[in-house]
């Protein structure tokens, strides 16, 4: 069969995986009764729940007698170390823009890695039938970002079209018949070039790894396009380092190619094509696997380094190992190790005490969606708050920087910018009116001045305000940035917190916890109104006396506490506090729970 691979490049919820779902559709991927769950792309719970695509995919479809692999890449700069070698892969990329919000950061991050790898780019113009969509300012828009990213004349004559992903329809012009999605199909046959791999079909055998992952029947698979030659189940091949250092060898237990939404097995897998493989041990991504008789690596795209690091530690508060039932740290460990072995972007290392483990990785997003698979697998864990990494060059300090393009509201565009450029150390690089009463702002914020900005930016713009950050450069160290202004409230004492207390500690500040929670010494309850800390007692029942008047017992009626998700509990905190994480609850407590062990350790910083 004839082969095309292509990847679809968006930025989050520009409508990625719904085109997916529409063209797996049209091709007769499905059968005409079969289930198939909305977003059959997003595989596993978090990916449905918050709705953004984390783990890079393949599938394939029929169409017209040729086989199109198609990738469907995360939009996050978070899961970035997917994409980078995900494009190698594939011989162009779509790239799906929402016609109301224009190209956006993510979509810069995915399309700067495209055209850098000389791939020819056809533009989708999505959800075209939204009353705000200005689809020739959002194509105007896409030709400046090739140009301002360096695209050759040839990239820049990109074919475009205009299409609702939702209701399964993409035409050449905007009022075209509006039906289906064959002139799509069409355009990608003739856009994208076949394979160049076909012509080194009877070569000796070499595939590199791009992604990882592990099957609980199989074991370790790797999946790759395949560069030259043929490969079959049960022969032995070997795997290179990208140095060209033997490996391991292993013999090939399974090939698999994409079918539509599954994985099958084919009895050969020729150049050209996207397949999976299985049987080996040792070899991960990045890797070449070959015939015995090569001896050089294929050329591998190296992984951006990490920007942050958080620090996970065992649960040690007095409530630790009544939810989950993984709370040693060895356990924590495995574990840890098994996501640094399959995913690239995340860097683990042991602490001096053993007691807690370093993870770096892109942002806090790519930590949380961790963390949320761990608890969900019934681990107890102590999160840290997350430091930013730094690098030494000719004796200078460099820190990450972000850039950050922001849609407000024109009412809140002077406290934004002001957040921004003032405690942040931000500068501003760009900022214009985007239509319909909104500013658009674009400015380099250090990483670090970014932790916890988000929820402070949704207070600010009311809620309005879209944030994108993508990484931009090291620059030198940029001084001092404040962390959060407010102190928080403590308990002083264990046991169940009573609804009388927490009335009376409402003046003091927002709370956290509701009546009839348990509470620990050393545990954070709430934010005080003030900078500095505070211990309370939410146990303080009532004073009853023998005398009862009608009247003096009112009904106590609480303010309803604030529920942090993970996210924000971990960009909350500073730096001697935690996070204890259990399947059930996410609490914020000290690093130090007795009082007298806080004053100590702050006199020893002070």
């Known amino acids: 069969m004839d082969i095309r691979n292509i990847a679809i490049i968006a930025h989050v919820d520009h409508g990625k995986t719904t085109l997916v779902d529409q063209l797996l559709r049209q091709s007769g991927s499905f059968r005409e009764n079969q289930t198939v769950a909305e977003r059959a792309m997003d595989s596993n719970d978090i990916e449905r729940e918050r709705g953004i695509t984390i783990l890079a995919k393949a599938t394939s479809v029929e169409w017209d007698g040729h086989r199109v692999n198609i990738v469907d890449t995360p939009g996050h700069a978070d899961f970035g170390g997917e994409v980078e070698r995900i494009l190698s892969m594939v011989d162009g990329v779509l790239l799906l823009v929402d016609a109301a919000e224009g190209p956006m950061p993510q979509t810069k991050f995915v399309t700067s890695k495209a055209l850098a790898l000389g791939l020819r780019p056809i533009v989708v113009l999505n959800k075209v039938d939204k009353p705000d969509a200005e689809p020739e300012r959002a194509l105007n828009e896409v030709f400046d970002l090739f140009a301002n990213l360096g695209a050759t004349d040839a990239q820049l004559d990109f074919p475009h079209m205009y299409a609702s992903g939702r209701s399964g329809w993409a035409d050449h012009e905007l009022d075209g018949p509006r039906k289906d999605l064959h002139a799509l199909f069409d355009l990608i046959l003739d856009h994208v070039p076949a394979p160049r791999q076909l012509a080194h079909v009877d070569e000796p055998f070499r595939m590199l790894a791009t992604t990882l992952s592990a099957d609980p029947f199989i074991g370790r698979i790797l999946t790759g396009r395949i560069e030259s030659g043929r490969v079959r189940p049960g022969e032995t091949i070997k795997a290179l380092t990208r140095n060209g250092e033997e490996l391991e060898r292993f013999r090939v237990s399974k090939v698999l190619a994409f079918r539509g939404l599954s994985q099958t097995a084919i009895d050969v897998g020729e150049a050209g094509d996207i397949v999976t493989l299985a049987g080996?041990?040792?070899?991960?991504?990045?890797?070449?696997?070959?015939?015995?008789?090569?001896?050089?690596?294929?050329?591998?795209?190296?992984?951006?380094?990490?920007?942050?690091?958080?620090?996970?530690?065992?649960?040690?508060?007095?409530?630790?190992?009544?939810?989950?039932?993984?709370?040693?740290?060895?356990?924590?460990?495995?574990?840890?190790?098994?996501?640094?072995?399959?995913?690239?972007?995340?860097?683990?290392?042991?602490?001096?005490?053993?007691?807690?483990?370093?993870?770096?990785?892109?942002?806090?997003?790519?930590?949380?969606?961790?963390?949320?698979?761990?608890?969900?697998?019934?681990?107890?864990?102590?999160?840290?708050?997350?430091?930013?990494?730094?690098?030494?060059?000719?004796?200078?300090?460099?820190?990450?920087?972000?850039?950050?393009?922001?849609?407000?509201?024109?009412?809140?565009?002077?406290?934004?910018?002001?957040?921004?450029?003032?405690?942040?150390?931000?500068?501003?690089?760009?900022?214009?009116?985007?239509?319909?009463?909104?500013?658009?702002?674009?400015?380099?914020?250090?990483?670090?001045?970014?932790?916890?900005?988000?929820?402070?930016?949704?207070?600010?713009?009311?809620?309005?305000?879209?944030?994108?950050?993508?990484?931009h450069e090291w620059a030198p160290w940029k001084g001092p940035i404040p962390g959060r202004r407010a102190g928080v409230l403590i308990s002083m004492e264990n046991g169940t917190a009573v609804a009388y207390a927490l009335f009376n500690l409402e003046d003091r500040g927002r709370l956290f916890i509701g009546a009839q929670e348990p509470v620990y010494e050393g545990m954070i309850i709430g934010e005080h109104s003030r900078d500095n800390d505070l211990e309370v007692n939410p146990l303080k029942g009532k004073k009853l006396t023998n005398i009862r008047a009608s009247g003096t017992d009112e009904a106590v009626r609480l303010t309803t506490p604030i529920r942090m998700s993970l996210e924000a509990a971990i960009a909350y905190i500073d730096d001697d506090e935690l996070v204890e994480v259990t399947p059930s609850a996410i609490r914020l407590r000290k690093r130090f729970l007795d009082p007298h062990e806080r004053k100590r350790q702050s006199r020893a910083a002070g």
């Open 280 to 471: 080996m041990s040792k070899a991960t991504v990045a890797d070449t696997l070959c015939a015995t008789s090569v001896a050089e690596a294929l050329p591998a795209q190296p992984i951006d380094p990490p920007t942050i690091s958080v620090t996970f530690g065992i649960n040690d508060s007095p409530m630790a190992g009544r939810d989950g039932k993984k709370v040693q740290s060895r356990v924590i460990r495995e574990r840890l190790m098994k996501e640094a072995e399959l995913n690239v972007a995340i860097r683990v290392t042991d602490t001096p005490g053993g007691e807690a483990f370093e993870v770096a990785g892109r942002g806090e997003l790519q930590m949380g969606v961790l963390i949320e698979n761990m608890r969900r697998e019934g681990f107890e864990l102590s999160i840290s708050r997350p430091q930013v990494l730094t690098r030494e060059e000719d004796g200078q300090k460099l820190e990450p920087i972000e850039e950050v393009t922001v849609d407000v509201d024109d009412e809140y565009s002077g406290v934004v910018i002001e957040k921004l450029t003032g405690p942040r150390r931000g500068e501003v690089a760009e900022m214009r009116p985007a239509g319909a009463g909104k500013t658009r702002i674009i400015a380099h914020v250090p990483s670090r001045g970014l932790i916890g900005y988000h929820g402070e930016f949704l207070t600010d713009t009311r809620g309005t305000g879209v944030l994108n950050r993508v990484f």
